[in-house]
């Protein structure tokens, strides 16, 4: 199976702190993405990176992507409840219109 | 607008009922999916539209059946399913392939087979 291994599977930290959370995948793609699902409702897209890319930010997300070790990172700064979620990633399948999604991360964020 | 919105919201189906889900999206993509997903668990792919033919079928069972009537809408017709079938089934759609910008999801169908 392509789909990837995300960790950890759950992570708890005060509102303020930094979150990080990893994904690992096993072929080669074009790009990665992240996404965000809050109570079991629709995905939110956060964030693209494309194989040729090492580094994205964009608000208070940062993704990194190492095509070499297969995995990449997101990272989430000074966090809030609101970030309370669960984050997946998913990577493409190349040459077709199909996205693999990862285990995810279940995040919470305390107040 | 910027949606890709799904009907209904909840769906509660017995074994022998036949029902359907809908999806519908504006914004000019070309791709429509079809994912299922469990509790705690990731999406799965089922079904991708691409220009409004069936591009991939990820060896569903055939008591699910999809419909693309047009560029707008993604339909899944349900039939005699079985109680593991109780899931989250969301649409999304995506500009090409979605190597872009991504997939545009729907809030999802929370269905219950009884």
């Known amino acids: 199976s392509q789909q990837g291994e995300e960790d950890p599977q759950a992570l708890s930290i005060q509102e303020g702190e930094n979150a990080t959370m990893n994904c690992s995948y096993k072929?080669?793609?074009?790009?990665l993405q992240w996404y965000r699902q809050n109570s079991g409702r629709g995905l939110v897209h956060l964030i693209l990176?494309?194989?040729?890319?090492r580094e994205k930010h964009s608000g208070r997300l940062r993704v990194t992507l190492d095509t070499s070790k297969k995995s990449s990172s997101l990272l989430i700064t000074a966090s809030r409840a609101a970030d309370t979620a669960s984050y997946f990633c998913?990577?493409?399948?190349?040459?077709?219109?199909?996205?693999?999604f990862g285990t995810g991360t279940r995040l919470k964020v305390l107040a | 607008d910027t949606e890709v919105t799904q009907t209904p919201k909840h769906l509660v189906m017995g074994m022998t009922n036949k029902k359907s889900l809908k999806c519908e999206q504006h914004?000019?993509?070309?791709?429509m999916y079809w994912y299922k997903q469990k509790a705690k668990k990731p999406p799965e792919l089922m079904f991708v539209?691409?220009?409004?033919?069936?591009?991939i079928n990820e060896s569903v069972p055939s008591r699910f059946s999809p419909e693309c009537p047009n560029s707008s809408l993604l339909n899944l017709h349900l039939h005699a399913l079985q109680p593991e079938d109780s899931a989250l089934y969301l649409c999304?759609?995506?500009?090409?392939?979605?190597?872009?910008?991504?997939?545009?999801f729907g809030s999802g169908t929370r269905l219950t087979v009884v």
């Open positions: 999304a759609s995506s500009q090409d392939r979605g190597q872009l910008y991504g997939y545009t």
């Open positions: 072929t080669s793609i074009n790009n």
């Open positions: 990176i494309r194989s040729n890319e």
């Open positions: 998913a990577t493409d399948v190349t040459g077709t219109y199909k996205y693999i």
């Open positions: 914004m000019g993509h070309r791709a």
């Open positions: 539209y691409s220009y409004e033919k069936l591009s």
